[in-house]
């Protein structure tokens, strides 16, 4: 038996934010599975900080995004500095991505892409206070997008036939990459739209965006039967794309959803510049839905100083170079004044209506 200590770095998340989807330390806690399953202590714990009389043979540090890593080192040398005798291991995103980079934390270990003894265990949800579950129905992607590292991390597409005897909670959450490229989804919508738990009808979303050239009719209305919410299309690439993505929107309708209530995902800060970005949302706002808008970092930058607040440069934050940081600013600013119009019905955007709309 041995003592197990679970870390997640005191990553910059938003306090209201800490439970989110987005960010809850899934391998962490699958982790927590196995490792109880094989007769360990085990304590999770957020942020760096000392746990009492538990004293860890091994320490296991997540990492998140690469431009987070400070975050990481600073984890590794509180840990090590306060249980010398720990076996510290660093895994997680950044640790798969940059190796060589996270080594030089001064960790024992650097764990590179996904731990299969973890994988087959569920996650432990009793060390969190969520009302969700976290479900891959499948591993990697069959794309290879340069703007993501899914494909050197997961480089094997792995599906799942079913997800039935997993669900455990009347809200799910998938993380697949490319959740409608499993050859078997229309099974697992299936196995949803008849699912239960406390008597209730479960309810699923996706943590990313559809990848929309796989949608179909069919599949649009599986979606919906499978009482899956707030759809994201992912319009990756440029504005001559807007007739594709329409058609993908117009499939989702018949299916059943309002406009309002799906979203288009969009990359900003890269190769499309921000006249060609201001375009595709104004397409957006033509079709009614809202725009869920991700900045661009490269997969090897290991800084994120951005504030909206002030004028910047690439020394605080990554500028890519078809852009300038008022540009990057404002952009971000008119996606979030166009989803609120949208959101509430508004005729244009002004700061009273949305204080209006808040109540």
């Known amino acids: 038996m041995s003592k197990i200590l679970l870390v997640e770095p005191g990553f910059p998340i938003p306090a209201k934010s800490k439970n989110h989807r987005d960010f809850l330390p899934v391998g962490l806690l699958k982790l927590a599975s196995y490792h109880k399953a094989n007769g360990d202590k085990v304590r999770l714990v957020r942020g760096d900080k000392l746990v009492g009389e538990f004293c860890p043979d091994e320490i296991k540090i997540t990492s998140l ?70 479900v891959h129905s499948s591993r990697g992607c069959v794309r290879k997008c340069k703007f993501c590292g899914t494909w050197k991390i997961e480089p094997e597409f792995i599906p799942k036939k079913s997800i039935k005897d997993e669900i455990c909670s ?23 739209k008849n699912a239960k738990c406390n008597g209730r ?42 007739q594709m993505i329409k058609k993908q929107i117009e499939m989702l309708i018949e ?22 970005m201001l375009q595709k949302i104004k397409e957006c706002k033509k079709w009614g839905v809202q725009t869920a808008d ?17 004028a910047q440069t ?35 955007y002004n700061r009273e209506l949305e204080r209006l709309g808040r109540k």
């Open 65 to 134: 995004f690469t431009y987070w890593s400070k975050y990481v080192w600073d984890s590794v040398k509180f840990y090590k500095k306060n249980y010398p005798r720990a076996h510290i291991t660093v895994g997680g995103i950044y640790a798969s991505l940059m190796p060589d980079h996270c080594k030089q934390s001064e960790c024992d270990k650097v764990f590179v892409g996904v731990d299969p003894k973890a994988e087959a265990s569920a996650p432990d949800y009793s060390l969190v206070d969520v009302d969700y579950q976290i």
């Open 255 to 276: 299916a059943g959803y309002r406009a309002k209530e799906m979203y288009v995902f969009m990359i900003s800060n890269f190769e499309h510049d921000f006249y060609e």
């Open 201 to 242: 009808a479960v309810y699923s979303e996706s943590q990313c965006g559809i990848d929309g050239r796989l949608l179909t009719p069919e599949l649009a209305k599986l979606l919906k039967q499978a009482h899956f919410l707030n759809p994201r299309i992912a319009w990756d690439h440029g504005y001559s794309q807007r």
């Open 170 to 192: 009347n809200r799910v959450i998938f993380y697949d990459n490319n959740l409608l490229a499993n050859p078997y989804i229309k099974d697992i919508l299936d196995e949803l």
């Open 314 to 348: 690439s020394a605080d934050y990554f500028i890519h170079q078809n852009w300038m940081d008022w540009q990057v600013k404002l952009f971000r600013r008119k996606v979030r004044e166009q989803n609120i119009v949208i959101r509430h019905g508004f005729e244009s």
């Open 294 to 310: 991700c900045r661009y970092r490269p997969l090897n930058q290991t800084f994120d100083n951005y504030n909206p607040r002030v």
